[in-house]
């Protein structure tokens, strides 16, 4: 089975509905997953967006996903911690931000970007942002599956 990530609320390639952005209620969208290889200890997700104006940016970095887990529900960085920890995103925050294109930049994508990891536990200092929280993160990489929304402001 192929390692696959989707979006209840938005579908790979579309727009991500207003409430997910920071123009909305900036909720972090619900993700799903199937398919998950075998070995994985733990999950690593980053969200970015390509197209930014500076170069990529960093909306959301989370490590240390458990391992059995098939789902990230909505607005999950703002109910209890459950053992995940969210990284420095590139607003400085360690939560979700969603989308919050400049208008007239046109259509931006948003990378959703799971990672199945061969280690339980990753120990990152929170000082450490998104960008080499991935990189550590993907030292351990056994799959990738990903999702892309659109936004444009």
Known sequence: MTFSL???VFADGQPIPQKYT????NL???LKWTGTPEATQSFALIVEDPDAVSGLFRHCSIIN???SWTELP???DTGPERGIKFIRNDFGNARYDGP???SGTGVHRYRFRLAALDAANLSIPDDVGAAEAWERACKHLIGEAEIVG???G
């Not at 920071?22 to 209620?25: A, I, K, M, V, Y």
Request: zero cysteines; aromatic letters at 14%.
């Open 22 to 25: 920071r123009f909305g209620e």
């Open 150 to 152: 659109t936004y444009e």
């Open 28 to 30: 972090f969208p619900p």
């Open 74 to 76: 909505q607005a999950v």
């Open 6 to 8: 989707i979006s209840p």
């Open 100 to 102: 919050q294109p400049p």
């Open 65 to 67: 996903i458990p391992g």
